[in-house]
Structure formats: structure tokens, C-alpha cells
């Protein structure tokens, strides 16, 4: 496999050389030649890497550390009238996710990133997140923000960062690599005659050492100040002024 260039076929081959190869499975032969095979391990992996994938991004981003190549920021832009929006509680504000967003990872202030030439890149009081929830629309082909704060620049809408899945194989690093092909050897130990045992053994290492390897390689990539941002705002507020009257409903 070449390294900087890996396809899902690689990476496959890759899980499966961590079970000791496909075996009778796959008529005596270790690997598959290609992810589009008909054999029953392609399709088994080619079934189960975009879950592996999405699972190993998403896993990334709950602990702080998402892979640089799924991070995104987005302006929200207008907000949702109450006509718009399934029951939102006590959140004041409502807002569209991008079609592309498979987890949001945090709302911030805006000027945190956007501020520039100034002696002091993160200037005291912008270093601040905030509370949000994410809920599927009313349709439940599209997911939406709720949150209490107003946080992009013009003060009118939600600022966020947020991940996408990416299958472009060549932008893996190869901590990326190495928990996909972890998490695929976890879930194809059974296609391939490996006992439940083997199966636990595997999804044990790839908590206990692929993704902690992961975090700490895409750590020494961010400057850890940066993405340690205070949450100073309280969470869900009872009673709190909304620019959208039809939204923030005070109890």
C-alpha cells in the first residue's frame, strides 16, 4: 500500500491482515483484489468502511481532536421562523445546518478566527463557546441548531465548527487510517470465521490504542489554547430576550 496515496481496497486489505487474513472465506486467498468484488468479504467491506469511516471522524470529534481534513466553519445565516422548526423548548434561536454537516463540534464567536493583526491573536472575552443542541427539521431530511446565542460577527446568527465525512482516501493521514482498518478488522472478524473473542479484541484496540494514538497525533497539529474554549454561558436560560419573539417563549 502506498502511504500517501491509499485506496478503501488498502485499507481493507489492511483490516483484514490484522485477523490473520480472510482465509476459507475468501477461497484460501488473505485479501480481496477490490472493494467492488462480488466475493461475500468485499461486499462485507464495502458495506461496513463508510460506517467504519463516519464512526472514526465522529469518534475524533467527541474528544476535541477531529481529523483537519473533516473540519469546517459556517456562518448559519438566517434564522428559522417558529413555522420551520419542530418543538424547541427553551432554546431562543433556531437555524439550518449545511447539508454536509455530520457533527456539529462547537458554536464560538465568530471574531475568534476571524480577527487579524492584533498583538494578541484571541483577544480576552472571544474565547467563549456556547450550549446548542442539534434536532432533525420537520421534514427529517435536514438537521437544525438550537441555541440560546448569537455568535457571528453581525450578531444576527450562529457561528460554528463542524465535521463532514470525507471518502477521499488520499487526504487520511495515517492515524486515520490505522482506526478505520482497527474498526473494520472489529467488524468483519465474523464474516471471515474469527470468533466474537477476536471481534472484542479488536474494537478494544481501537478505543484503548488507535483512537487515543489518533488524538494525540491530531493534538500536536492544533494549538491546544485555541481549541480549549471557555463555556461560560450557563446553559438553557429560563428567561432570556430572543430576536425572534416567535421562538424565544419565556416560561
Same mark, same amino acid.
Given at each position: ?19 490473520? *487474513?480472510? %482465509?476459507?472465506? &475468501?477461497?484460501? #486467498?488473505?485479501?480481496? /483484489?477490490?472493494?467492488? +468484488? $462480488? ?100 421534514? *427529517?431530511? %435536514?438537521?437544525? &441548531?438550537?441555541? #440560546?446565542?448569537?455568535? /457571528?460577527?453581525?450578531? +444576527? $446568527? ?94
Amino acid at each position: 500500500m502506498e502511504c500517501n496515496m491509499p485506496t478503501e481496497t488498502d485499507i481493507c486489505n489492511l483490516a483484514l491482515g490484522k485477523l490473520g *487474513g480472510a %482465509g476459507d472465506a &475468501l477461497d484460501g #486467498n488473505a485479501f480481496i /483484489n477490490s472493494i467492488d +468484488d $462480488s466475493n461475500k468479504v468485499a461486499s462485507w467491506c464495502k458495506l461496513n468502511f463508510p460506517r467504519a469511516r463516519r464512526r472514526v471522524i465522529t469518534d475524533l470529534a467527541a474528544v476535541r481532536c477531529p481529523f483537519r481534513a473533516t473540519i469546517r466553519f459556517k456562518d448559519l445565516g438566517t434564522e428559522l421562523s417558529s413555522s420551520s422548526v419542530p418543538e424547541i423548548g427553551q432554546w431562543c434561536h433556531a437555524f439550518n445546518l449545511p447539508g454536509d454537516c455530520l457533527q456539529v463540534t462547537r458554536q464560538f464567536i465568530e471574531s475568534a478566527i476571524t480577527i487579524r493583526n492584533r498583538p494578541r491573536p484571541y483577544q480576552v472575552g472571544s474565547q467563549v463557546e456556547f450550549q446548542w443542541e442539534v434536532v432533525a427539521n420537520k421534514s *427529517g431530511n %435536514g438537521k437544525i &441548531l438550537l441555541t #440560546n446565542t448569537l455568535s /457571528n460577527v453581525d450578531q +444576527d $446568527s450562529a457561528f460554528i465548527e463542524y465535521i463532514i465525512d470525507t471518502p477521499k482516501t488520499g487526504s487520511f493521514t495515517e492515524d486515520m487510517i490505522e482506526c478505520i482498518a482497527v474498526l473494520l478488522a472489529h467488524l468483519t472478524a465474523p464474516i471471515v470465521g474469527r470468533d466474537m473473542e477476536a471481534a472484542a479484541f479488536m474494537l478494544q484496540q481501537y478505543k484503548e490504542v488507535a483512537v487515543p494514538n489518533a488524538q494525540a497525533a491530531n493534538q500536536r497539529g492544533f494549538n491546544d489554547v485555541a481549541r480549549t474554549i471557555r463555556d461560560i454561558s450557563g446553559g438553557r436560560s429560563r428567561v432570556l430576550p430572543s430576536r425572534n419573539p416567535t421562538l424565544g417563549v419565556t416560561i
